[in-house]
């Protein structure tokens, strides 16, 4: 089993910065994906910034330039760094990993809970 915990959300003024960390721990034999998405009230989940094993990060088109993901493989963590926050970033962000438990297993979504970003003054 593969568990994924955010942390770093918050509250934070427009202009601002924030940093969300994730964690990832269980049973893994490699990692395909790892990035966070975001779910704006009313809105469906999207997308925000991603790691593939074969390529470089992606980001959605709204945060290219404030947003910036990075990881440690060694220790199973990926954070993603937000800069010059904006109300319209206001959303849950999760944290999505695409596993393989083991090396003839068919890879597996893992998500974490969300952690809340608010960006208000």
């Known amino acids: 089993q593969v568990q994924v915990v955010e942390s770093g959300g918050g509250l934070v003024q427009p202009g601002g910065s924030l940093m969300l960390s994730c964690s990832v721990s269980g049973t893994i034999f490699s990692i395909h994906t790892m990035g966070w998405h975001r779910q704006i009230p009313g809105k469906q989940r999207e997308p925000v910034a991603i790691?593939?094993?074969?390529?470089?990060?992606k980001y959605a088109d709204s945060v290219k330039g404030r947003f910036t993901v990075s990881k440690d493989n060694a220790e199973n963590l990926v954070y993603l760094r937000m800069r010059d926050l904006k109300p319209e970033d206001t959303a849950v962000y999760y944290c999505?990993?695409?596993?393989?438990?083991?090396?003839?297993?068919?890879?597996?979504?893992?998500w974490g809970l969300g952690t809340l970003v608010t960006v208000s003054s």
């Open positions: 790691f593939t094993r074969d390529g470089p990060s």
């Open positions: 999505n990993v695409r596993v393989q438990e083991t090396l003839f297993s068919t890879p597996l979504d893992a």
